[in-house]
């Protein structure tokens, strides 16, 4: 396991490094820098000139690169040319939130994706089975950006049960943290909830058709252990895949819902800093999301070997 | 008997008064007291208010810094830490008197080796220091005097050093050593500066030893006699424009720096918020290449002026919110020019432009309207003129950007021919900031024009009013004659509030001063 282990790690430095230059070449072929949101919309030139000086934009693109990277040799991810602070600590002060809300929504897409798809699986062609994936279908086409607007005048204006926007962190009020999180986390969570109750249902169905299956309902075996124990423990592999891509798409997926819902999260950090080509938070950022697919990705690999004996073996 | 009739008329106009008096609206007396937030769009890029001339920014420091001179409610130059101001016949000398114990939000009072310090490092970092390149020394002859001396006649000088844009703030001596974005937030203004939580809020609280301008007689513009009432204001950064106005709706936040039009359609049936329409707020425009492709051709150029129908743009960029004004001032303030050009406005006539077209020789070379996606009303105005002109046989290439990129293609000489914008502070603010940007070596049509830099610098340096507003309205002839850019009209927003917040007005940034709850 230490094995797979500092072996994934081996092969993400290359990814990392690969992930970053690109996204300076690509910050490189596209016009524009940070003078523009500093200057407003009809700055002149010369004030336009003058502000990307004192930034230091007048550089060429691969000198600024040379420097972060050497930076980065000191464990200095630099300044945010716009936020008047460093680069780390304007990201860790929004990784928890984001942390927290595709935490949340990940529980939400667990829970429901995989219980709904189950009960679709167990209750094949009947009505329930029929909306409950009628429902998952809904789910995985609507857009989340809609879905959060929608949410907030149903459940926010109309309702009053939840704010419109804002989040409070768990450590400053669990209920705040709940009431702030809730809708958020719903619209992020709907589109993997439906992708993960159709591979649920789908996996499972293969599953209940196969001989140990039956053997165990002919042995008398409680129906929760028939499906607890054997069933969904036996599609535990397609589904960790399914929910290692879904983790990727949810932290993602947070940046639009983020801005919907005025969350102080990671994604709108680094979509603002793309936007307003705030350099160093893109760099930073990129390296930050990349560090965390690279560790979902090790986590999924450790999983496999934790559900399957045969992975266990192989490593 | 006649006692009888006495106490009946008595009783009578008893029950009228109380009548009378429980049907009247109750006075709103000011009260002290309560929090306030306002939401806007974006958060500030810096709160270093010398730096940005960013709306997001301004919105916030202007409750917390305060210049030498500011504007009025509609643009004129009134004194804010200035008592008054005199200038040298030569217009090279300039004194300032400085009102006295005017407090820093540190305790400190406001000296003129503060406003010395102040507009030094404005010259050096501000984001306007060329207003200040004219500047050879600054005396301190006493504490409360100020004296600017410049090596070029400026009569303009007040007028400049008065702009909002990225308004030259007075801060602490021993803070303006500092650089960028890198000073503690301390002004005179009536509310101080508590905290910043990066994409979600800046907190501000009232500044109890504020010393408001008593000369005079309330609020006036940025400046006036202000009185914050409020214990804390809150400006939260939203993006999305719906959760905004959901926001408000339930009373999350109180006010909003900007309401879309479709929301405020929505939202005049709710009797807990009120709408404010501003307008104008800003000029919708087009600018045009005058160095590059067909748009070199002033007969093209005149061409594309006839094929747009201003009043259908201006209908779906602004969602009908608009007016149509042809003038690079507007109506009723100083330099407004009459009829000036207007002749030349709103053509709408795809023959005439045809015609043109024609003259020009254009052989339908690719036109190419690189607009944004930031602001609606540059992309819709885009799309609609972009078919306007196709109608009349232009090949429009539309090409659609993000704000930063659009930044940089039109600040090159070639690869664009037109552009839209919506400028709003600097027609505001007077003639000078208007007309820079059609001069100088960085000037958007790309290319000189000789008249134009006459007659601007006939505007900056000419003493008497009647010949720098004559100089103006030639510079607005030519402008329009030359179709370096075409004016499509006036835009407005909306403001909106809670209906319990009192007394607000709208203006170019949502005031948290004379205003309180009901």
């Known amino acids: 396991m230490a094995n797979l282990i500092l072996r994934r790690l081996a092969s993400a430095l290359p990814v990392l490094l690969l992930v970053s230059l690109i996204s300076f070449v690509l910050i490189w072929l596209v016009p524009g820098d940070a003078a523009a949101e500093l200057a407003g919309p009809s700055a002149s030139a010369e004030e336009l000139a003058h502000i990307r000086a004192d930034l230091g934009l007048d550089q060429p693109v ?24 460093s680069v780390a600590a304007a990201i860790l002060e929004r990784l928890p939130v984001t942390l927290s809300l595709t935490g949340f929504a990940l529980v939400i897409t667990l829970l429901f994706g995989i219980g709904s798809g189950t009960i679709a699986a167990l209750k094949r062609n009947s009505w329930i089975d029929q909306a409950v994936m009628m429902t998952a279908l809904v789910g995985l086409s609507l857009p989340d950006f809609w879905l959060g607007l929608v949410a907030i005048y149903v459940f926010s204006v109309a309702l009053g049960w939840f704010p419109t926007g804002g989040f409070v962190a768990f450590g400053d009020s669990p209920l705040g943290w709940l009431q702030t999180t809730t809708l958020p986390a719903v619209a992020l969570a709907l589109t993997q909830t439906g992708l993960l109750a159709r591979m649920t249902r789908s996996s499972l169905l293969e599953v209940l058709g196969q001989d140990y299956i039956r053997t165990a309902w002919a042995k ?76 979902v990705n090790i986590a999924v690999d450790l999983l496999y070997a934790a559900f399957d004996p045969r992975v266990r073996h192989e490593h | 008997m006649k006692r009888k009739i006495g106490c009946r ?55 917390v810094f305060e210049t030498l001179y500011t504007r009025g409610e509609t643009g004129a130059v009134i004194p804010e830490l200035a008592l008054d ?170 006010a909003l720096e900007q309401l879309a039009v479709t929301d405020a ?72 020019a009459g009829d000036v050009g207007k002749d030349k406005y709103n053509l709408n006539n795809p023959e005439l432009a045809k015609q043109l077209l024609k003259e020009a020789g254009y052989k339908g070379e690719p036109f190419t309207l690189v607009t944004d996606n930031s602001f609606k009303n540059d992309n819709d105005a885009s799309v609609v003129a972009s078919q306007q002109l196709q109608a009349v046989g232009i090949n429009v290439k539309l090409q659609v950007a993000d704000w930063p990129t659009t930044i940089a293609t039109r600040q090159k000489p070639t690869g664009w021919n037109m552009f839209p914008i919506f400028i709003g502070i600097e027609p505001w603010e007077g003639p000078y900031s208007t007309t820079t940007f059609f001069t100088g070596k960085e000037n958007w049509q790309q290319h000189p024009d000789e008249e134009l830099e006459a007659d601007a610098a006939k505007l900056n340096s000419s003493p008497a009013l009647d010949d720098r507003k004559a100089a103006f309205a030639a510079f607005q002839k030519r402008l329009i004659d030359q179709v370096y850019a075409i004016k499509l009209g006036d835009l407005g927003i909306y403001q909106a509030a809670r209906a319990n917040v009192a007394n607000y007005k709208p203006f170019r940034i949502p005031r948290m001063w004379d205003v309180w709850y009901k």
């Open chain 2, 9 to 63: 008329w008595f009783g009578i106009a008893s029950v009228g008064a109380v009548a009378i008096l429980a049907t009247s609206p109750p006075a709103s007396a000011q009260q002290r007291g309560g929090d306030i937030t306002v939401a806007q769009q974006a958060q500030p890029p810096s709160l270093d208010a010398m730096t940005t001339f960013a709306q997001a920014a301004r919105n916030i420091t202007m409750h």
């Open chain 2, 85 to 254: 101001s005199s200038a040298s016949p030569d217009q090279k000398t300039f004194t300032f008197h400085l009102r006295k114990g005017v407090k820093f939000h540190n305790g400190k009072e406001m000296t003129g080796a503060d406003v010395k310090a102040s507009l030094e490092r404005y010259a050096e970092i501000g984001a306007s220091a060329q207003l200040l390149a004219p500047v050879s020394g600054i005396d301190l002859p006493d504490p409360y005097t100020v004296v600017v001396h410049l090596n070029q006649p400026v009569p303009g000088f007040v007028d400049e050093i008065s702009t909002p844009r990225a308004p030259m703030v007075i801060i602490p001596a021993e803070e303006a050593g500092k650089g960028p974005n890198k000073i503690a937030l301390i002004g005179t203004g009536p509310y101080q500066f508590v905290d910043y939580k990066p994409d979600s809020y800046v907190k501000l609280k009232r500044f109890d030893d504020y010393v408001p301008n008593a000369r005079f007689q309330g609020p006036d513009g940025f400046g006036g006699k202000k009185t914050p009432y409020f214990d804390t204001v809150t400006f939260r950064f939203m993006p999305e424009s719906g959760a905004r106005a959901a926001a408000l709706q339930t009373g999350e936040v109180q």
């Open chain 1, 62 to 85: 691969w000198i600024q690169a040379l420097h972060w990277y050497r930076n980065l040799l000191h464990g200095d991810l630099g300044q945010s040319l716009l936020l008047g602070r």
């Open chain 1, 220 to 295: 008398g075996l409680p129906g929760r252990i028939v499906i607890l124990k054997h069933a969904l423990l036996n599609i535990a592999v397609p589904v960790l895949t399914v929910l290692g891509i879904s983790i990727g798409i949810l932290f993602s997926g947070a940046v639009v819902i983020e801005s919907v819902f005025a969350i102080p999260g990671v994604g709108r950090l680094i979509i603002d800093a793309v936007l307003r080509r705030d350099l160093p938070v893109i760099q930073g950022g990129v390296l930050i999301v990349g560090v965390f697919m690279v560790a």
């Open chain 2, 265 to 336: 359609d929505r939202l005049k049936a709710d009797p807990n918020v009120k709408l404010y329409e501003m307008m104008p707020w800003a000029f919708q425009v087009f600018f045009l290449n005058a160095n590059d492709g067909p748009t070199k051709n002033l007969k093209f150029r005149q061409a594309v002026n006839a094929a747009l129908g201003n009043e259908e743009i201006m209908t779906i960029a602004t969602d009908g919110l608009f007016r149509l004004t042809h003038g690079w001032q507007h109506p009723g303030t100083e330099y407004f």
